[in-house]
């Protein structure tokens, strides 16, 4: 064993400024974030706390109505979090370093432990005061017998530890990869009691002798004589369960993969599971039944939700959505409408508030005359409803149409078109109470469409046969269309014109997925590919416009296409649609996880930081192209001189290369990877400097 001791300088937590503060994104939901929520712990039915990825720390004491944000020196993702008692607490954190940090006045302030350690803790257990232990998610555990003072590294018979569990002084239980392994002499032996198919992520017991593991591919153990026997339990409708936790020795619950909870009421012999729709579709990281009526849990994309009936009901504690948005409409700054696959949600106030409609069940393309009056569409069945009072009722339209509508759009208040995924066109000359065919194509579908007039229009998608984009256009309110000429592979999936002659395609596919004409269509000119694909698009005039992409991946244009810009969001996962107000420099960006950022100072001038200027603080953006093969730029932001280090780790954490590792100057500095000689697959680069330390994934794509 060996004994880890903490840094002599103790960083007490600080309020600093956001890092991405060019532009100033806020969340405006989920609230209280929108990153995944690894770790959810309360005292008492009032009082909790909920941390995750980006450093993300929340405390309330109304049971989870309001947050408050507690800001730590870190942008580590946070692991697990533990009390002891109301006062005393500990929270691991890291994914390439290993950080311990504690509160001894509830939560108010942490004291940062650096362990010097690779990955930080996970699944805390204290059996008392002073004596605890934590997954490291390697070879080895950690243990504490003196309330944190010093961590000590307790080797197992474990390559991979990722649950641990200490009933006495003396009877730990560690899990993780393939195995479970016992210590009845508080860790100096190990005995392996078990070795799976399937890798462990999480273990509870209720005394020395019952006791639970769970992990991947609904992988359920259980044990009732201190694990000389574990016995394979059938959960059915659970796939990877990534946490459970015992309520009392009868009483059991679990959750996982795609919101998935589950429920035993004799100890784990028998599951019911649920999937929740405060929960659906995003995977639950944590639970902690508190007591016999109130359980939390937490998750990806925000997620953190209450019942406060033993898990008859839940509550969610979020906001107004958190899966993938999909459509946006805006009128104006401060009014505005999104939809994900089976919800709309609506904002009055320049999203302040986001609110879930009731008078609508299902979510899809969205299209608003102004604030009151507004279509929508269904994303998976052939509706369309209209509302002439925001969203309050809603009269249907068309029901049962063959095909799911893919766009809408009006020239007028009354004169308006739709396009289905099957291409077909259809158009109604009295606000939507009638409907007719006007167009169509076989063996193809529709994307898109935009008028530039009340004559002028263009539709965009995909034909078979023969196979390659389809772009066609009306100048007589839809009464003929023509096929243009686009030669590309690609589907179209987004247009946008800014006036008669100036138009530009864009593809939610790989390769040449950009394209632009200056003549009304009559020839489209292939521009710069957006890297990985367009999601959303908007163009300000000819030559400024802006993309959406995956990865968190925001781009501006000042000159058509030719080139693109990556601008700095603090997300790395997709951004399916957006608004952008040139004149006041409002921007809304929407996507997966129920996603919107808002930021008011992208005006013309652009969202890129003066690279002329000393930083404010530092910030790690993200690589640029990403995905990329072989070669990516990253760009990390100093604000005053010191010892840097930038590395590439792969998906277990092997440093793969160190691009940065010594003194650098204040300013904005780029530096370039080459990825040659590795695989295809996730990696994860790192700034540290000091006490600051940043993480952000890229995706090699050979």
């Not at 790690?620 to 072989?630: H, I």
């Amino acid at each position: 064993m060996k004994t880890i001791k903490f840094l002599t300088a103790v960083l007490f937590i600080l309020v600093v400024n956001t890092l991405y503060s060019q532009p100033a994104w806020v969340w405006q939901n989920p609230k209280p974030s929108g990153y995944d929520m690894n770790a959810v712990c309360f005292i008492n039915s009032s009082t909790g706390f909920l941390g995750g990825a980006n450093g993300e720390l929340y405390r309330t004491t109304n049971s989870g109505a309001d947050w408050n944000r507690i800001t730590l020196a870190t942008t580590e993702t946070i692991q697990s979090i533990c009390f002891t008692d109301a006062n005393t607490g500990y929270m691991g954190a890291g994914r390439f370093q290993c950080l311990m940090f504690k509160t001894t006045n509830g939560g108010l302030n942490w004291t940062e432990q650096n362990l010097g350690l690779q990955y930080g803790p996970r699944s805390i257990n204290f059996i008392n005061a002073a004596t605890g232990v934590a997954a490291h998610q390697q070879g080895d555990i950690l243990k504490t017998t003196n309330s944190g003072v010093n961590w000590i590294s307790v080797n197992t018979s474990i390559s991979y530890n990722a649950g641990v569990w200490q009933c006495s002084p003396s009877v730990i239980y560690s899990a993780g990869s393939t195995s479970i392994s016992k210590s009845t002499d508080g860790g100096g032996n190990w005995i392996t009691q078990t070795t799976n198919s399937g890798d462990i992520l999480s273990i509870c017991f209720t005394d020395t002798d019952n006791g639970l593991a769970a992990g991947r591919n609904g992988l359920m153990l259980r044990t009732s004589n201190g694990g000389s026997n574990w016995n394979t339990i059938t959960v059915s409708g659970m796939y990877d369960i990534y946490m459970l936790r015992y309520q009392n020795a009868s009483t059991v619950f679990a959750c996982g993969q795609g919101g998935a909870v589950g429920k035993s009421t004799n100890g784990g012999l028998n599951w019911i599971v649920t999937y929740p729709g405060e929960t659906y579709f995003n995977t639950l990281q944590c639970i902690q039944p508190l007591n016999a009526n109130d359980i939390f849990m937490s998750g990806a994309f925000g997620t953190i939700t209450r019942s406060s009936n033993g898990g008859t009901n839940w509550l969610q504690l979020f906001g107004s959505v958190n899966n993938e948005l999909y459509y946006s409409h805006f009128t104006d700054d401060n009014n505005g409408y999104a939809s994900s696959f089976n919800s709309v949600i609506k904002t009055t106030n320049g999203g302040v508030n986001w609110i879930k409609l009731s008078s609508i069940a299902f979510g899809g393309p969205v299209y608003y005359r102004n604030p009151s009056t507004g279509y929508h569409a269904a994303m998976n069945s052939g509706l369309l409803y209209k509302t002439t009072n925001g969203g309050a009722n809603f009269t249907p339209l068309i029901t049962g149409y063959p095909s799911p509508f893919r766009s809408i759009n009006f020239t007028d208040d009354n004169t308006g078109y739709l396009v289905t995924s099957n291409a077909k066109t259809l158009k109604t000359t009295n606000a939507g109470a009638n409907w007719q065919q006007i167009d169509s194509t076989d063996n193809a579908y529709y994307a898109d469409m935009t008028f530039t007039d009340p004559q002028t229009g263009y539709l965009s998608g995909y034909k078979n046969s023969p196979a390659g984009a389809l772009i066609k256009k009306t100048t007589n309110a839809g009464l003929n269309w023509t096929e243009q000429t686009l030669s590309s592979p690609l589907a179209m999936t987004t247009l946008w014109f800014v006036n008669s002659n100036t138009g530009f395609a864009g593809s939610n596919s790989s390769g040449q997925n950009f394209y632009r004409t200056t003549n009304g269509g009559v020839n489209w000119i292939a521009g710069t590919p957006v890297t990985p694909y367009i999601n959303d698009m908007y163009f300000v005039n000819e030559n400024i416009g802006y993309t959406v992409s995956l990865f968190g991946n925001f781009y501006r244009t000042t000159n058509s296409g030719t080139n693109w810009v990556q601008l700095t969001t603090p997300v790395d996962y997709a951004i399916r649609t957006m608004y952008h107000n040139n004149n006041t420099g409002t921007t809304y960006l929407l996507g997966a996880g129920g996603m919107i950022l808002k930021s008011t100072n992208g005006s013309i001038t652009g969202f890129g930081q003066n690279e002329n200027t000393t930083p404010d603080n530092y910030r790690l953006e993200q690589n640029y192209p990403n995905p990329f093969n072989p070669v990516t730029s990253l760009k990390i932001h100093i604000p005053t001189g010191g010892f840097v280090k930038l590395a590439v780790y792969d998906v277990t954490g092997k440093e793969v290369e160190v691009l940065v590792n010594g003194e650098l100057n204040a300013g904005t500095h780029k530096v370039e990877f080459d990825a040659s000689g590795l695989p295809s697959g996730v990696y994860f680069y790192r700034l540290s400097s000091g006490n600051f330390v940043s993480t952000r994934k890229m995706v090699l794509i050979k």
